[in-house]
């Protein structure tokens, strides 16, 4: 058998692998990670293709191991990738707070089981969104992405790929179990119809470069290891040459801005959302991962029943779709939220629409919302 680094074709398989075939189809060619349900599938295809593609998988100690040696790995000049679930999440926060100070793009795939703690590693969860933002410690800006279904595991990890490497960000890939271990049909496209983005490269010899010296874009061309180029990278607060200032607000106002502009200034090229039947609606369900399946096959049904009904999808999670929510609150009577937590998107619609008018519809310990359900809501508002 050839090893392809694309497996071009159709298959029948499920999001864990499709997550897996997305990393190495973006060029991800190191893998460092410790097994936990329900992401170790992801961790078992890339141990079997990265050897056939000329990559490396590591089996790390814990995950706190995992998010360094991936930051590392970048470093080295190689696309980098980590899956864990939510308890490994945590304990990766350090070092991706570390990952976002010395931008080192990285891709982390979160599989959201039911917590907290060790919680029901066996069910499905959305309960890590927020952790997703705030998990680590000061300012920062991070990237999110919520794949709906298997071939937006594949779609949404090669995107990760090529966000991280275009603005130097830790990006998050949030399936939940549900996804992850959904099977349907996945199209891998062949590998030169696929959009790639690679690191932006230092075009200036290397008694010039100053490794945390940014363009007009805000995201400094970054070097590799071993390549003549100096380098000096640290957690510290530092200035353009990497090196610590510490006791400098003027160096923490500028690094930290930039550190947080480089996404917010852009944000609308960021952001995704899936758009459904809004333009008329009065009534619209807003859900991300496995629930808005079940959300747009409820719209579809109350449309049937000549209720006026939409679907916004957060496809992005973070940088959070907050133009998109403003955008219907006039013509939208009521908003339903469904997600399977206890309360953490909902809040950040909240703050873009008049909370009397949401429907938060959590759910906890169980499967995901069916059609039905979010359909007899929908339909109460019914007149």
């Avoid at 899956?83 to 793009?105: D, H, K």
């Avoid at 449309?303 to 955008?327: H, N, S, V």
Wanted: aromatic share 8%; net charge negative; proline share 6%.
């Amino acid at each position: 058998m050839i090893a392809r680094d694309v497996l071009t074709g159709t298959h029948f398989t499920q999001g864990d692998f499709a997550c897996a075939e997305g990393a190495i189809a973006a060029g991800c060619r190191f893998f460092a990670g410790y097994p936990i349900t329900p992401a170790t599938e992801i961790a078992e295809r890339m141990a079997r293709r990265l050897p056939e593609v000329g990559g490396v998988y590591l089996q790390m100690e814990d995950e706190i191991g995992s998010a360094a040696a991936i930051i590392g790995a970048s470093y080295g000049g190689v696309k980098s990738m980590t899956a864990t679930s939510g308890p490994g999440f945590s304990l990766m926060q350090e070092n991706i707070g570390l990952a976002v100070m010395t931008e080192a793009p990285i891709v982390i795939v979160d599989v959201m089981r039911g917590g907290p703690s060790t919680g029901q590693p066996t069910k499905t969860g959305q309960q890590d969104v927020m952790q997703a933002k705030w998990g680590s410690h000061g300012d920062y800006e991070i990237i999110a992405l919520a794949p709906s279904s298997v071939q937006e595991s594949f779609d949404l990890t090669v995107r990760a790929f090529n966000l991280s490497e275009r603005y130097r960000v830790p990006v998050f890939v949030m399936l939940d179990e549900v996804i992850g271990h959904l099977r349907e049909r996945l199209v891998i496209p062949p590998a030169d119809q696929l959009e790639i983005t690679n690191r932006k490269k230092p075009n200036v010899p290397p008694e010039q470069y100053n490794p945390f010296q940014a363009d007009e874009d805000l995201v400094p061309p970054m070097a590799t290891f071993g390549e003549g180029y100096r380098f000096y990278a640290t957690g510290l607060t530092h200035d353009e040459t990497g090196h610590p200032q510490t006791d400098s607000a003027e160096e923490q106002t500028k690094l930290v801005k930039r550190l947080c502009d480089k996404i917010r200034t852009n944000r609308d090229s960021i952001v995704q959302v899936k758009k459904l039947l809004l333009d008329d609606a009065k009534v619209c369900v807003i859900a991300y991962g496995s629930v808005a399946r079940s959300a747009i096959a409820a719209v579809a049904r109350a449309r049937e029943r000549g209720m006026k009904a939409g679907f916004l999808g957060l496809t992005t999670i973070w940088p959070f779709p907050d133009k998109e929510i403003e955008a219907i609150a006039d013509h939208v009577d009521r908003i339903i939220v469904a997600e399977v937590n206890y309360g953490q998107i909902v809040r950040e619609v909240e703050r873009r629409f008049d909370y009397r008018k949401i429907t938060f519809v959590p759910k906890l310990g169980e499967d995901p919302h069916t059609p039905d359900e979010l359909l007899s809501l929908i339909m109460r508002e019914k007149k």
